[in-house]
């Protein structure tokens, strides 16, 4: 069987073994898990992710005063990402 919603399909697995249709969840993965194709990494992709987290791993100190700083007044990183989206800030 696939599945597509990888979160959804093991609360189901742990539900069967729950309900003893299998003994264990080992078990119950062995029946029910197949692998699906290989994802490879892309060496230029690699090259890429490293440069630019290389690059953060460099500002972060110096920015790291802003999210300090932040007064409480303006909430979470959710709150104000949720006023941007509705035009709200």
Same mark, same amino acid.
């Given at each position: 069987?696939? &599945?597509? /919603?990888?979160? &959804?399909y %093991? ?6 073994v ?7 969840? #080992?078990?119950?993965? #062995? ?6 194709? /290989?994802?490879?990494?892309? $060496? #230029? ?5 490293? /440069?630019?987290?290389? &690059?953060?791993?460099?500002?972060? $100190? ?12 303006? %909430?979470?990183?959710?709150?104000? #990402? ?8």
């Amino acid at each position: 069987m696939a &599945a597509d /919603e990888g979160a &959804a399909y %093991g609360a189901a697995i742990l539900a069967a073994v729950g309900v003893r249709l299998w003994p264990t969840v #080992d078990a119950a993965c #062995d029946a029910l898990v197949r692998g699906a194709a /290989e994802t490879r990494p892309q $060496p #230029d992709v690699v090259a890429l992710m490293n /440069e630019r987290y290389d &690059a953060y791993t460099r500002i972060y $100190p110096a920015l790291r005063h802003i999210q300090d700083a932040r007064p409480a007044s303006l %909430g979470t990183s959710a709150s104000l #990402d949720a006023a941007s989206q509705s035009g709200v800030g």
